[in-house]
């Protein structure tokens, strides 16, 4: 497995110099995330940017994954809005057509994947409706995933529709495709108390593509430094170099960006020190 960092910790850098830095700590992977700064689809500018990052990380060998978790990019008022699972279909349309986008993204990057969650359910629907409106809008983007060789990695997140894994399974017998595999929340399993993590871990380690790591306490979705919450991450990082994970590892610190550079290289160290002699 690689160590990374996702670049919604570091999101008052330029995206170039936030991978050089990254590099410069240690780090082998980078989980970049689309944001208004950051490859906006929607800029003029996106094919320029585009070039410097590709040469930017292959000059540092770094390897990526695109993530498409932005607060505000869609919709100024509403964080993480639309989403698959929006009301109305233009809304459903629109966060298609931008996970479209951060595929064509991924294939120009030569990312790992493209990682993708369910958002919220904010309207009065029973489930095998929510679940029928999310497998034909997920459906829609794996079709257009599988046409351009590129895996997506569905991530379960606390709050939302998909924030299980029993959930992710249900979904994934519903859209059956090798390419939906999984992102791995460390810090979201034990938020929802799915334990012991590394049984999770080699429950599913066939299906992994991408991990997202930080601490976190039991039924609190906030993401903490390591050793700020309550998670033991020896057996977590055994349990991935035992299933074989030979992806990124990123850590996700999205409210640190104020003091980025330093936690950045503090995470590296804790997780170096992790790591067996």
Not at 43 to 60: A, I
Not at 188 to 212: D, T
Not at 244 to 262: K, Q, Y
Request: glycine share 8%.
């Amino acid at each position: 497995m690689r160590l990374g960092y996702n670049t919604n910790g570091l999101a008052h850098h330029d995206i170039v110099q936030a991978i050089e830095l990254l590099a410069d700590i240690g780090y082998r992977s980078v989980a970049i995330t689309v944001d208004q700064h950051v490859l906006n689809p929607f800029r003029p500018t996106l094919q320029t940017e585009v070039g410097r990052v590709v040469e930017c990380l292959n000059r540092l060998s770094m390897h990526s994954v695109v993530e498409t978790g932005a607060r505000y990019l869609l919709d100024p008022r509403t964080k993480h809005e639309p989403t698959l699972l929006s009301g109305r279909p233009e809304e459903r349309g629109r966060r298609i057509a931008f996970l479209r986008s951060s595929i064509d993204l991924a294939v120009a990057l030569g990312s790992d994947c493209v990682s993708l969650w369910s958002g919220i359910l904010r309207d009065d629907i029973d489930e095998a409706a929510a679940f029928a409106r999310l497998t034909e809008s997920l459906s829609q983007v794996i079709d257009y995933a599988r046409q351009q060789g590129v895996v997506v990695g569905f991530e379960p997140e606390p709050g939302m529709f998909i924030d299980t894994m029993s959930r992710f399974e249900q979904l994934s017998q519903r859209v059956a495709s090798p390419h939906l595999e999984l992102t791995l929340d460390i810090g979201h399993l034990h938020c929802l108390g799915e334990v012991p993590i590394a049984s999770q871990i080699r429950r599913w380690g066939s299906r992994i593509v991408n991990v997202h790591l930080e601490d976190m306490r039991h039924g609190v979705h906030e993401h903490l430094m390591f050793g700020e919450g309550e998670i033991d991450f020896p057996p977590v990082l055994a349990a991935l170099r035992e299933v074989g994970f030979a992806g990124g590892v990123h850590v996700e610190l999205s409210r640190h960006s104020h003091v980025g550079p330093e936690v950045a290289s503090q995470a590296f160290q804790a997780l170096h020190s992790m790591q067996p002699t």
